[in-house]
């Protein structure tokens, strides 16, 4: 343990890194998949099952949770780690990409955001220094600070303008910042649309602000993946080596292989459990549709190789059957092998990177998903 | 283990009565409590966790399984124990009184019951013969005759003409029943809805066929408690004492203590797990409704000295945030509780009968209900 945020990077294989980072909650291996516990629960599944499965960290949504249950109340109780049962790392968001998604009646000056709440239609406003305030409360271990987050395609002058207040919006963060706990970390977010000149400029500026770790942001908003993956081609040698860096919202496991190789350290997406209640599976093979009714006699489990119980010892038979009849335990059990799944991914990654041969193991898992589904056995 | 069915009374204490039922896939502790577990599963929880509640067997809809995934699909896949992956006893109902209550369109002949799935309308037929044609492809150890179930308050002619041709059909269950493998038991279900006489006759009428087990059915459907009450005491003189006695759909945890009081062996519903879907918790401290605002800042659970992680661990500020966001673990966490107090009732009406403190215990029991929530620390 420590009382201090740090992050190592042990192995290098090309531009890819596998490290660690230390913080006074644990350790967390990189790179990194946060599973999304947006409302201080990762939806249908216990903590101590998201632990099982590999994750050293969790994701909370700060604009879920200033609205319900308030940042205070969570204070009052003793914070978000108390609250929700996970004593490991939280990394909050800043609150600013959902209150652009989610709520009504936006409105964006130099001073922050007001909205009114997707819940009850109550106005809220957001500053950098009450998103830092808010996150505090939680007591987040790692934070965002709050930036305007533009969606592609967007209007080169627009991604500017929103770029530079986001950067002045990191200053004010990382002042409002300081009055926190020691150990605790802010991460900048880089700003600037599909526009290298804007994401490189945004990425500097942010580096000589010297923050402990660097979000990318503003990607995954719907452009096609080339487009993303430029875009951190384009930023990555303009962050610091020596400092963490979190893609954010990212993403499919074929993204997170490609972000990796492009040295991305941190990923979060609600992918694996929104699927999870769509019926759709992430495994080794590629993605299962149980909907499908070629499942509905397959007495295969998803992967009898697997050590998660969702994928080892449950039919496909049965688990269309509960996904046909809209049972919570389908829910429950795609989007616990999913979670599985996406941790497992992360080890593998972690390890070929360590033993230098990730390129071999980035080939080898494409070739897994598009060989597909295993075979069924006659 | 044992290849055969067999129930043995341990201890009595006035009519209530603790013992065993003896199956070749397990012992069946009584007086028990059956989860229900619909359509192949019970809502919102692992089948590991359930049988960790001290479950010793599970309740399989016929209704709900006929239509999806149907019989001969899960006779297909193995039976219903390696579909939901629940190796002890499974007790299934006839189909009759969901058909009643469920679908569309029926009609009911000497020859059985037509009627359209709730699911997809489709025209079904549902015969004492091919009810237990049913229950014999899903496996189960216990299986019920079918059975006309009318609602309460009934015009005694009514009640009379139901009861005389569910006499009729246990005839016909019975002959079915016996192409079945050794090992498992139907039981003959008790009719007449608040007739004394009626219920008698059924009850002498069945007795004389010698099943393996008794059913009381077409009560809790709506009538007083005193009333369900007077018929158990009604018809339980006139059961064999060396067979076990199941009250069909009961109950509320006090509905239990009371039949236990008469004689009942064995208890089914839905309460637990359909309560824990609408934030009512059952504890020894009586009911707690999480959706109320006064638990909002509780950093209590809802029973700090129990043995169960969801009624020990989570606190009900905590609950009552998962209730209000509507989110799948409030359900899955307070399903879960409510399913584990129930076992625990059971397991402290047996261990009270054993030791012929019965009366004690039902008195104490009720005045921790009564006494309500333990009152907040200061």
Redesign the interface.
């Given at each position: 343990m420590t009382d201090t945020f740090s992050f190592k990077v042990h192995a290098t294989d090309g531009t890819a890194r596998t490290g660690a980072i230390s913080t006074p909650r644990g350790e967390i291996r990189t790179p990194a998949f946060m599973p999304v516990g947006t409302?201080?629960?990762v939806?249908?599944?216990?903590p101590e099952q998201v632990r099982a499965t590999g994750a050293d960290i969790l994701l909370g949504n700060t604009y879920h949770l200033m609205l319900?249950?308030s940042a205070e109340?969570v204070a009052?109780?003793?914070g978000l780690h108390k609250?929700?049962?996970w004593e490991r790392p939280i990394l909050t968001d800043s609150g600013g990409f959902q209150v652009m998604s989610l709520s009504g009646l936006r409105k964006i000056t130099e001073k922050g955001v007001t909205f009114r709440s997707h819940v009850d239609g109550a106005l809220h406003e957001m500053t950098p220094e009450r998103s830092i305030e808010i996150q505090g409360l939680l007591g987040a271990d790692i934070q965002m600070q709050l930036d305007e987050c533009v969606s592609l395609p967007c209007e080169e002058a627009e991604a500017e303008r929103a770029m530079r207040l986001s950067l002045r919006w990191a200053e004010r963060s990382k002042k409002a910042f300081e009055l926190q706990p020691k150990g605790r970390a802010l991460y900048g977010i880089v700003q600037g649309g599909a526009v290298p000149r804007l994401r490189i400029e945004s990425a500097r500026e942010l580096a000589a602000m010297d923050f402990p770790g660097y979000s990318i942001g503003g990607l995954a908003v719907g452009e096609p993946q080339e487009v993303m993956l430029d875009m951190i081609e384009t930023v990555e040698p303009h962050l610091p080596k020596e400092k963490p860096r979190y893609l954010m919202g990212v993403g499919t496991p074929d993204d997170m292989l490609e972000a990796v190789a492009r040295g991305i350290d941190m990923f979060d997406c609600v992918m694996p459990t929104r699927s999870g209640r769509h019926a759709l599976a992430f495994t080794r093979f590629g993605r299962i549709n149980l909907k499908n009714a070629r499942h509905?006699?397959d007495?295969r489990p998803l992967d009898e190789e697997s050590d998660c119980p969702a994928l080892r010892?449950?039919?496909r038979?049965?688990l269309h059957?509960?996904v046909?009849?809209e049972?919570?335990?389908g829910?429950?059990l795609i989007s616990w092998a999913n979670l599985h799944y996406y941790q497992d991914l992360m080890r593998g990654i972690r390890g070929a990177i360590a033993e230098g041969r990730f390129e071999d193991f980035r080939r080898e898992t494409k070739e897994g998903w598009a060989r597909g589904d295993i075979p069924r056995l006659a």
């Open positions: 409302v201080a629960t939806k249908g599944i216990y319900r249950p109340r009052k109780l003793g609250f929700m049962r509905a006699e007495s010892d449950y039919s038979a049965y059957h509960l046909r009849c049972e919570m335990l829910a429950m």
